[in-house]
């Protein structure tokens, strides 16, 4: 699905799926950084099959809240980011939050036949519950998963995956 380029100003993708997985990509990073994940905390799995060309990833335990009736998600891996300058879902002001609520847009579109054109294939999911190991301060949890997603595998270079539009630009 084509997206403005630059609705998140870290990124220059032009599609919703592509600028998902550069976004899982760099929590993922972060994740990785011991500068910025201090606590070595892991709540994140990417894998690619390259076999089949689809990434998997799964996000868990991600802290949220209700501010304006909106769900909010708290960053478990402080860095920089420019908060997205569009309409929802581009307008979140970190980057697991970006993510989750751009996994949640596409989710929605993928029930729809007029922006999937294959309606048996969906690749994004999110669940959101009580957070009841919680102190309370952050009374939900969300999880995300991208599951075979579609890749396009490149080996011209060493081996890159970049993401494979799926949905219809309405």
């Known amino acids: 699905m084509n997206i403005t380029p630059g609705v998140y100003p870290d990124f220059s993708e032009t599609t919703l799926e592509a600028l998902t997985l550069a976004m899982g990509r760099r929590l993922l ?5 011991l500068t910025i994940n201090f606590t070595g905390k892991d ?8 076999e089949d060309s689809v990434v998997n990833l799964d996000i868990d335990e991600l802290e949220a809240y209700i501010e304006d009736g909106a769900i ?41 036949p007029a922006l999937n054109p294959e309606p048996a294939k969906k690749h994004c999911d999110f669940s959101i519950r009580p957070n009841v190991r919680g102190d309370g301060q952050y009374p939900l949890i969300c999880t995300i998963s991208l599951t075979d997603y579609p890749v396009i595998v490149d080996y011209t270079n060493g081996m890159t995956s970049a993401a494979k539009p799926y949905l219809l630009t309405p």
């Open 72 to 112: 909010k998600i708290v960053d478990p891996f402080f860095g920089s980011f420019q908060p997205g300058i569009g309409s929802y879902p581009f307008d979140q002001a970190n980057l697991a939050s970006a993510l989750l609520h751009l996994v949640v847009h596409q989710h929605i579109a993928e029930f729809s």
């Open 43 to 50: 709540i994140m799995d990417l894998t690619l099959n390259e």
């Open 29 to 33: 990073q972060r994740q990785k950084n």
